[in-house]
């Protein structure tokens, strides 16, 4: 397996184990990035910045979304539903924004915290739904059987 094309490339389908070892290797990493930018203090002199963290989220994000593209592939969707999913994630952050801003422009501060608890707390369980919808597809539920329109079953060589 050319490793460097399965992390690069969108091409292709992969089975849950890819995914899965992305994800606990971008668990181990970001650890170890995490525990390097406490040992060198990165926090302390660069106003919060965690530099490592940084480092590391940046060079992770496009194997992420190789992965996670490829992870729809095998189960016959389109690699356009991890736009579809990014966007769902954020709709609930930018509802809850356009209230608040609105609130202050509107200058109810007054009832603010009344009005905004339930809106915060639905859109909470929109994201939460999003999410655990997007994670039952990426890591729980198995890939089309054979050969689909995005390459042959990555389960046919084993």
Known sequence: MNWLKFFISYEGRTQRAGYWLMIALGYLVFVAAELLDI???????????ALFESVFLFIILWPS????????????????WTLKFLLLSLAPIFI???????????????????????????????????????FVILAILPGTRGPNDYGPDPLERF
Do not use: C, M
């Open 39 to 49: 040992l060198f203090r990165t926090n302390e002199f660069l106003n919060g910045y």
């Open 65 to 80: 979304l190789v992965i996670t593209v490829k992870r729809f592939h095998d189960t016959g969707r389109s690699g356009w």
């Open 96 to 134: 809850v924004l356009v209230l608040i801003f609105g609130i202050i422009q509107l200058k109810l501060l007054s009832v603010s915290f009344y009005v905004l608890k339930p809106i915060t707390y639905l859109a909470g369980f929109l994201l939460l739904g999003v999410q655990v919808y997007q």
